[in-house]
């Protein structure tokens, strides 16, 4: 998977989630709210074998 898909996946499936429980990220805890979300999603889809641990490691979080 590249990044863009992971983004996409994201953005389809937790970030509705994410604004539904805390808000808008642009409001403080929907920033970090998005900021865990990313990284535990990337989390599991390295563990999963979806994305190598270099992408893992590399990819920037887009919600900093």
Known sequence: MNKTTVLANFRRDVYPVVVQVYGTPFKP??????????????????RDGSITMKQYETWVNPFL
């Open 29 to 46: 805890q929907g920033r970090v709210a998005m900021r865990l979300e990313w990284g535990m999603y990337t989390d599991s889809l390295c």
